[in-house]
Nanobody, 119 residues
Framework: QVQLVESGGGSVQAGGSLRLSCTASGRTFSTYEMGWFRQPPGKEREFVAQIAWSGGSRVYADFAQGRFIIFTDNAKNTVYLRMNSLKPEDTGVYYC????????????WGQGTQVTVSS
């Protein structure tokens, strides 16, 4: 099992930026991919971005493409989500997650960090 702890959320005005962090501990060697998800108020959780732990392969949701960047610091067992040009509709709880096999489910989740974007 791996433990994930997110940080970096907060309140920002539209057009601003935030950088979320997610630090993993425990069985980090089993990681295949890390992902970021979000849950807007009153809506279901949705995919934001994912990255292969070995580096390189990245996938973004359409709304994140061109505004958000996912990257890792493997030495720190940390995955980041840099969010630029934030919009009020980006408001929600952001979660990081880990999966251990390609195409498998994301089985380990963090507790989430709140992002609030005001207009």
């Amino acid at each position: 099992q791996v433990q994930l702890v997110e940080s970096g959320g907060g309140s920002v005005q539209a057009g601003g930026s935030l950088r979320l962090s997610c630090t993993a501990s425990g069985r980090t060697f089993s990681t295949y991919e890390m992902g970021w998800f979000r849950q807007p108020p009153g809506k279901e959780r949705e995919f934001v971005a994912q990255i292969a732990w070995s580096g390189g392969s990245r996938v973004y949701a359409d709304f994140a493409q061109g505004r958000f960047i996912i990257f890792t610091d493997n030495a720190k067992n940390t995955v980041y989500l840099r969010m630029n040009s934030l919009k009020p509709e980006d408001t929600g709880v952001y979660y990081c997650a880990q999966r251990t096999v390609a195409g498998g489910r994301f089985g380990s989740w963090g507790q989430g960090t709140q992002v609030t974007v005001s207009s």
